[in-house]
């Protein structure tokens, strides 16, 4: 089920579903920007449908990395006049995503048959300023959850949507090199002093999430290195969460030795 959710700001609709990802419609004075098109082109459909995109004006889609959840629902735009930018690194990882599709169709029962995956028109290095006129859209590099993710940072608004870059009750790390990079990716997110932070799994708005990520962090690297136990880190997550929380804890452990 995709339903909205609410931001102070009329200009930026907030979709769920449910607890698998979250999608951004920011409607701009030049034009309508998208940011994620959930997993499949059917649930982006959804979101249109609550939110049309305006046919006299742009659109701009926005990935924030490659993983599934966050932009298979791509190809349901494949047809119209739009814009897709991604990291230039998402562009890599999106052309050797076939096999990950198939075997996911499968697995599913044909949940992604519908996708089809293609290319963004635009590959970014560096942090870029999208002009909307009325609101600028500032797109941060912030590896470490996977080193081709992308953050949107609106100054005007207070409001960071940070993606995976953030999560409670801890990010999942690429890789066991990648904490310095969610370390300084958290750190810059939190230097922008946003009133609103929403990462893309939660349905959260508390821009204390960022503090929380990188004390978490901390605090499983003071566990590790002093030989102490690692349970009931996280308060307690909740049931359903447990398991991947546990991935993401490990991945973490795995990281603070690989520094050592
Ligand atoms: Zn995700």
Redesign the pocket.
């Given at each position: 089920m995709v339903a909205g959710a609410s931001v102070s700001d009329s200009r930026v609709e907030w979709f769920r579903a449910g607890d698998e990802?979250d999608s951004f419609v920011i409607r701009t004075n030049r034009f309508d920007l998208v940011v994620d098109t959930m997993s499949t082109p059917e649930m982006f459909a959804r979101v249109v449908a609550l939110a049309p995109l305006r046919p006299y004006l742009q659109t701009v889609v926005v990935t924030t990395?490659a993983?599934y959840?966050?932009y298979w629902g791509n190809s349901y735009l494949a047809p119209s006049n739009h814009l897709w930018i991604a990291s230039e690194h998402a562009r890599a990882r999106i052309v050797e995503q076939q096999a990950e599709l198939d075997q996911m169709n499968l697995a599913t029962g044909g949940r992604f048959h519908s996708v089809v995956l293609g290319t963004p028109h635009v590959g970014i290095s560096t942090a870029t300023v999208l002009d909307g006129g009325d609101l600028q859209i500032h797109l941060l590099p912030t590896p470490g959850?996977t080193p081709d993710h992308l953050a949107v940072h609106i100054p005007e608004l207070g409001v960071v949507l940070a993606?995976?870059a953030a999560e409670r009750p801890l990010p999942e790390l690429w890789d066991a090199r990648s904490l310095p990079a969610l370390r300084a990716s958290l750190q810059l997110l939190r230097d922008l002093d946003a009133t609103i932070v929403i990462p893309?799994?939660g349905g959260t708005t508390d821009p204390e999430i960022l503090t929380d990520n990188l004390e978490i962090l901390n605090e499983i690297e003071r566990r590790v290195e002093s030989g102490q136990s690692l349970e009931d880190l996280a308060g307690h997550p909740l049931p359903q969460k447990q398991p991947f929380f546990l991935h993401c804890l490990h991945r973490a452990v795995a990281a603070i030795q690989e520094e050592n």
């Open positions: 990802v990395h993983d959840d966050h959850h993606g995976d893309s799994h």
